[in-house]
């Protein structure tokens, strides 16, 4: 007892001394070597110390450490060569370095050199990093690397309807994601009406997906966040890649400007589908009388400029256009149709990086964000050329921010890295505006829906503080609010993670996150799809919210490379909307678009979500990749759907499984295959039919009178589809020239032709007997297996 006093004794007068000893700060950049690209999240410690830390978005690090004559300064970082550094630690300094890139270092390096963050270390729990390399190296639907369905082969995440990039974490549906592209929020991420996202993967610098645990710096989504940056450009030399595919093609172009001082990336990308399609469709309508003209693309742009002001002061500008164009037209001597959609984004970012000091560092963002959806339709009746009647119709939707937002990283020493700021946003809506003529062109119609203003905003506090060796905590507190023009909102949210080190390389994890989400999106269909409706929280309809907590086990393997991660979740959701039966946002019988209230049509209800996930992925070596598996289970209750009884939305999945792997068989060939199995999804199918009889008589043998076929339907959602799985293969060939490098690369979706159900239909058909019909329950499957190919060069 006495030895044990006296240890505790030695150790407190242990505390105090170092706690009085002087310290110098250790701060600077972390730039790849030849680009000087920041890199953000590179690991920075003290060799054979505890003491480390970690570059922040914007490269920036900064460590303070017991002052001595010398000390060894490491960085490391995944796909780059870990560098060692003496100093003199005597006085405060200032280090900016160059890594080295993986890609100019031979094979044999790269194995034993490659250094990435032990997921047994980090605070932050239900995270997932996906470099971009390795998305090129993975089998692509069409040949398209996608960000997104790439986030959608993570445990955790569930995919939607076959070929569609919605995301669905952790229960939530594809509104609950806070989807970031250099600070700039991106309300619609897909193109091909969900086929594909409106990501370009060579314009991007790194993806993050957050499911859990929440940091206070983030808010507004229940889910998840998935947090993109864009290239900032090379200061080298002038760099150049891109491809050409099966249904598009894309350029990128980054180099310096200004000596070296600035730099620029511009990135583009567009299908050719209706210029290959055109001249197909004119050969079968030879000899017709009528002529019909569909046609449909997309295009992307993302650009960016910054402009090195020294040590103290960098400005970013960069943005992010893309349309997608669908139109049709018909026309023969009697009348004249054309048809059309349009949608699309824009975003656009103004940042100013400044360190005030060696420990603060501060970031300020002028941010635009912008989404429009148009429907538009115009039919012509003719006779001898002149138009007889005429019926048009003209249907938008559109989401506007403008937003302001500033964030200060501090680092007053080693055991804390405290995190704070504040953002507000301007929100325009306009949920529907529709214009109709024609039949009701002598109404007198308000055609504009009246526009909806709101402010968003809020102002957050995190740390993550190391109390003891073994144990490291975030914990943060938002305060979130929401104005709108007869109330306002205020909701606090707090958050909290926290990872005990068990032992070497094995911590257990757990976390908190309250979160508040103040915008909605209305749908049909479940798909995500442009069509759907972004509308704000009212005095009428409450914001949503949700209280999750997690608890996991992390363990790192040193010696084959993995690390298994195993997490439990809870997540309750309240406030969450839908449709009541029947309802719909559009109009056709003359109203004003005035009287069109989505008020009026939807009901509130309350969901949950648990579960389990297991992953277990390999980073290094010539074979990577991935499994994941999910065992979760969701459940929504709203008062006037199902007759208020609780029942399983249309994704929730028991079981999904993503197997994936790649394979550096050579220098020249890369092999990649991934293999996903998932629970059908939950669907509201007929239980019977039945006819009633009017008025019914017989004359002459005849039969007469009128007749109403009516379908009855169970419980909401009672149906269990098909279950789903597919495997995607591809190979890739690499050559390098002297002044490029090209790679072909050939793939098959849908390897062995697997007819997953796309939806179900009750068919009537002919029974065995005269005059007998029954009906047949029929599974529609949309895409068999499809090649791909696709050239791509980089110099």
């Not at 009212?538 to 997690?550: I, K």
């Not at 007819?755 to 009537?764: A, E, G, K, L």
């Amino acid at each position: 007892m006495q030895k044990t006093s006296y240890q505790l004794l030695l150790l407190v007068f242990i505390s105090f001394q170092s706690l009085g000893q002087e310290r110098i700060t250790v701060s600077g950049f972390v730039r790849e070597q030849g680009s000087r690209e920041l890199l953000p999240g590179v690991n920075v410690y003290i060799e054979n110390s505890t003491l480390n830390t970690a570059t922040n978005t914007y490269g920036f690090y900064s460590l303070t450490i017991p002052k001595s004559d010398s000390a060894y300064v490491s960085y490391s970082f995944v796909g780059y060569e870990k560098q060692n550094i003496r100093i003199n630690a005597r006085a405060d300094s200032q280090i900016s370095i160059d890594l080295v890139s993986a890609n100019q270092l031979e094979d044999v390096l790269v194995s034993s050199r490659r250094t990435s963050e032990k997921v047994s270390e980090s605070v932050q729990m239900s995270k997932i990093e996906v470099p971009i390399s390795q998305i090129k190296k993975l089998p692509a639907f069409f040949g398209e690397k996608d960000v997104i369905r790439v986030l959608q082969l993570m445990p955790g995440v569930q995919k939607g309807t076959e070929g569609q990039t919605g995301l669905y974490v952790r229960g939530g549906g594809p509104d609950q994601n806070l989807i970031i592209l250099d600070d700039a929020v991106v309300y619609n991420a897909s193109h091909l009406f969900g086929f594909f996202s409106v990501f370009n993967g060579d314009a991007l610098k790194s993806v993050e997906l957050t499911k859990g645990g929440f940091p206070a710096r983030y808010g507004g989504r229940l889910s998840s966040v998935v947090e993109m940056n864009m290239k900032e450009g090379s200061k080298d030399k002038l760099h150049g890649e891109g491809g050409i595919g099966l249904i598009s093609s894309r350029l990128t172009l980054e180099g310096p400007l200004a000596n070296k001082k600035a730099s620029f990336l511009v990135s583009a990308r567009r299908t050719y589908i209706d210029v290959l399609a055109a001249p197909l469709i004119a050969q079968q309508q030879v000899g017709s009388d009528t002529k019909v003209k569909p046609g449909y693309y997309f295009y992307d742009l993302n650009a960016k400029l910054n402009y090195d002001f020294g040590a103290k002061n960098k400005v970013y500008i960069s943005g992010y256009f893309g349309q997608d164009r669908f139109k049709v037209s018909e026309k023969d001597n009697t009348s004249e149709n054309k048809s059309g959609l349009d949608w699309g984004n824009a975003t656009a970012t103004l940042r100013w990086n400044h360190l005030i000091n060696q420990k603060l560092f501060v970031n300020t963002s002028l941010i635009f964000s912008h989404f429009n959806f148009g429907i538009y339709s115009n039919e012509k009746d003719l006779n001898a050329g002149a138009v007889t009647d005429q019926f048009s119709l003209d249907y938008n939707s559109l989401i506007r921010d403008f937003s302001l937002k500033t964030d200060f990283d501090y680092y007053p020493n080693t055991k804390h890295w405290i995190k704070f700021g504040v953002q507000a946003t301007a929100h325009k809506f306009v949920p529907s505006a529709l214009a109709i003529a024609g039949d009701f062109s002598d109404n007198d119609l308000n055609l504009q829906a009246k526009p909806i203003y709101t402010t968003e905003a809020g102002v957050y506090a995190e740390d993550t503080w190391q109390p003891f060796e073994r144990l490291k905590v975030n914990a943060g507190l938002r305060l979130s609010t929401f104005q709108t023009s007869t109330k306002t909102y205020i909701r606090p949210e707090p958050r909290i993670s926290a990872a005990l080190k068990l032992a070497n390389d094995f911590s257990m994890k757990a976390s908190y996150a309250k979160m508040n989400q103040y915008v909605h999106l209305l749908s049909n269909t479940g798909l995500g799809l442009p069509t759907d409706l972004w509308v704000p929280t009212t005095d009428r309809v409450a914001p949503q919210q949700s209280s999750q907590v997690a608890v996991g086990f992390a363990k790192d393997l040193e010696k084959p490379g993995l690390a298994l991660t195993l997490e439990g979740y809870y997540k309750k959701m309240n406030n969450i909307i839908s449709y009541k039966e029947g309802s719909s946002f559009i109009s056709l019988d003359g109203a004003n678009a005035n009287e069109l209230n989505w008020e009026d049509n939807v009901t509130a209800g309350k969901a949950w979500s648990y579960g389990t996930e297991f992953m277990i992925q390999k980073k290094t070596g010539k074979l990577s990749g991935w499994v994941g598996y999910t065992l979760s289970w969701t459940k929504w209750r709203f008062p006037e759907l199902n007759f208020g009884k609780t029942f399983y939305p249309r994704y929730d999945r028991r079981h999904d499984i993503s197997v994936v792997g790649i394979y550096e068989l050579s220098k020249r060939i890369t092999l990649s295959a991934t293999w996903v199995y998932g629970t059908g999804n939950a669907l509201t199918l007929p239980v019977s039919r039945f006819t009633t009889y009017r008025n019914w008589y017989f004359l002459d043998g005849q039969s007469s009178g009128n007749s109403n076929t009516t379908t009855e339907y169970g419980e909401k959602n009672s149906f269990r589809a098909e279950a789903y799985h597919r495997m995607d293969i591809a190979i890739q060939f690499h050559k390098k020239k002297k002044r490029h490098e090209r790679t072909w690369e050939f793939g098959l979706y849908n390897a062995y032709n697997r007819r997953n159900p796309f939806f179900y239909n009750i068919d009537r058909k002919a029974g065995t007997k005269p005059n007998e019909f029954v009906n047949v329950l029929t599974r529609y499957s949309l895409f068999p297996v499809l090649p791909s190919f696709s050239y791509n060069f980089k110099f």
